[in-house]
């Protein structure tokens, strides 16, 4: 860190390192994330450079396809994992600036005309998380897949359905299945109103106040493949972390719906329910007890929930009080993000394993039925008759031990309007989940072309 003083850097940076250290942080690893983003908002920028009409243009059309090849380069040298950032660089704008002047002499020296570090990183952060999102929401809709298939496989296999976790009506593994699956698609869309806000283009705002010099923002808008301008630049410094926020919060809402899940196949697992049982492999010993087999993976996706959460509520925190304008604060937004992704994609990653992996007996499903898990449909067998509802529940309700045992089966088969246990439609479920992983890759594959067209010479 010492040489810190002793190499010029691009900023000619004069500070201390304990502070240089503190105000860098984890930059030049969380960085690493941004780096192919950072290189395609520079190829963006510098086209758009080249396009402005000026009597000394600031780069010619030559030079910027120059610059474009040598980001190429660079983006093939993140791709194998050859790029660093160092502790003098402090973030990887400045190293592939860096790179750049190393590479170009003068013309590197140019690339950061009329823009600020504040806009790079708005801009890399943005498209980071546009592809992100499409990941996730790719990851999530394999995880309601998964459970679809489940709910296939065991069918109407009755099921006692709960309230309260008290038995209550007559349910079947496809309905908890399917049930938990659509709730789990349905979160794309929290995760796409968090796209559509990453989708704007806040380039061209410079440290947040705009440059004299007549960028053409709507041309980078287009180059980087985004919905629309941020139109004021104040505006769209200001709109750093809150993109961050948006997707947090769909992130906790959804790691909550993987923690109910989650929750039900701890308690249908347990040794007193029994009616799910967890590959051995997925469970785990105890260093004293020979006969657990616990679900900690499981129980670790509960507590991953209460993370999210809190990495949301840190976002709202360091925000709220912020005033307008950059401060560094907004440096922090970062890691919050980036962790919140990496929680909950590895998490949809192994609940789709562990359900697939999960077993169901049916014959424990089947004996788990109460007499009185058939209260509701007995009353209804007399309105049937002609009684009226609220005379038919106290009729039942009053001589309690008249109910007997029921074939769980015919009562799963009486159920059949739509969603209910012989109406779930699994053929519109299929139909509909790959109908929105097509979506996705088609915005994937724009996304992938728009950075590669940037950085073809
Ligand atoms: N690493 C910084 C961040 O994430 C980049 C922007 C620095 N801008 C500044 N004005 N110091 O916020």
């Known amino acids: 860190m010492k040489n810190a003083k002793t190499k010029k850097t691009i900023t000619d940076n004069t500070v201390d390192p304990d ?51 040598a980001l190429g380069e660079i983006v093939k040298e993140i791709e194998k994992g050859e790029f660093t950032i160092l502790v003098d660089d402090q973030d990887v704008h400045m190293a592939v600036e860096r790179l750049l002047t190393e590479r170009l002499g003068d013309l590197g020296k140019k690339i950061h005309t009329g823009r600020s570090r504040n806009d790079q990183v708005a801009v890399d952060v943005r498209l980071h998380m546009k592809d992100a999102i499409l990941r996730t929401e790719e990851e999530t809709l394999s995880l309601a897949q998964s459970l679809v298939k489940f709910g296939a496989k065991y069918g109407r296999t009755p099921l006692v359905g709960r309230t309260h976790l008290q038995p209550a009506m007559p349910s079947s593994v496809e309905m908890w299945a399917t049930g938990h699956a659509e709730m789990i698609a349905d979160q794309i869309e929290n995760l796409e109103a968090a796209y559509r806000l990453a989708d704007l283009n806040p380039l061209g705002s410079a ?32 709109a750093r972390g809150e993109c961050e926020a948006a997707l947090l919060s769909a992130l906790a809402q959804l790691m909550a719906v993987l923690s109910r899940l989650a929750e039900d196949m701890i308690i249908f697992s347990m040794p007193e329910f029994a009616y799910f049982k967890l590959p051995r492999e997925y469970c785990t010993g105890s260093s004293i007890m020979p006969q657990k087999f616990n679900p900690d993976v499981l129980e670790l996706v509960r507590s991953k929930a209460a ?18 304008g950059y401060n560094r604060d907004l440096q922090d937004c970062k890691w919050l ?14 609940l789709a394993k562990v359900v697939a992996g999960t077993t169901v007996d049916k014959d424990i499903c089947r004996a788990a039925f109460t007499p009185g898990v058939f209260a509701t449909d007995v009353a209804l067998r007399k309105v049937a008759e002609g ?50 992983l097509k979506s996705l890759k088609t915005r994937l594959n724009t996304l992938e072309k728009c950075k590669r067209a940037l950085f073809k010479a």
Not at 41 to 62: I, N, Q, W, Y
Not at 402 to 415: H, I, M, N, Q
């Open 337 to 350: 993000y980036m962790k919140g992704l990496d929680i909950t994609r590895t998490t949809l990653r192994i």
């Open 19 to 69: 502070i240089l250290a503190y105000t860098v942080g984890d930059d030049p690893v969380l960085d690493l994330n941004l780096a192919v983003w950072d290189c395609m908002g520079t190829a963006a920028h510098v086209t758009m450079l080249s396009e402005m009409k000026l009597k000394t243009p600031v780069v010619t059309k030559a030079e910027a396809k120059k610059v474009r090849t």
């Open 387 to 436: 009684t009226p509802w609220r005379d038919a529940y106290h009729d039942v309700r009053d001589h309690l031990e008249r109910l007997g045992d029921e074939d769980p089966d015919t009562a799963v088969a009486a159920k059949t309007h739509e969603g209910t246990t012989s109406g779930i439609n699994i053929a519109l479920y299929k139909s509909r989940l790959a109908e929105a």
């Open 307 to 324: 993370q999210v959460l809190g990495l949301q509520t840190a976002s709202l925190s360091l925000l709220h009080a912020m005033p307008g």
């Open 207 to 238: 440290a947040g106040y705009g440059v004299p010099l007549p960028l053409d923002r709507s041309r980078t808008t287009k180059l980087l493949g985004f919905s629309r301008t941020i139109h004021n630049v104040f505006g769209a410094s200001m």
